[in-house]
């Protein structure tokens, strides 16, 4: 993979900032009364689309919605799709890593190559959830 963005075997490369202000914009939108800490969410479909999606607090906290849990709600809501890459901020602009039950999510949804951008640059969806579980366990049996 090259600094673009561009996977292996990728035609085209990665409008990074573009994903970026995607996100900071989500971030905006966020709904974070209790924690005080908005986080926005963007992802670059593989049909060239850029869904996006926002933190949603609950007085109760584990009803709380990650940001990258209302991105993939816009995903189905807009007719469906797969990510090539993903973007996710805080309000200061900071990169941040899904965390552990967003990777699955986004697991789920990803098209073949998906990138994600971190803290320590440009990875693969492999590199963060390695061995994952996903759909292609439960056909097996």
Known sequence: ???????????????????????????????????????????????????????????????????ECTMVGALQMGGGGRIRAFYCVDAAGAVLMPCGRCRQLLYEFRSPGMVLMTGRGIKTMDEILPDAFGPENLENH
């Open 1 to 67: 993979m090259d600094t673009t963005g561009r996977a292996s075997g990728a035609p085209e490369t990665i409008d990074w900032e573009a994903l970026r202000q995607a996100a900071a914009a989500a971030m905006g939108r966020s709904y974070s009364p209790y924690s005080k800490y908005p986080v926005g969410a963007a992802a670059l479909l593989d049909d060239g689309r850029i869904v996006s999606g926002c933190n949603v607090e609950n007085a109760s906290y584990g009803l709380t919605l990650c940001a």
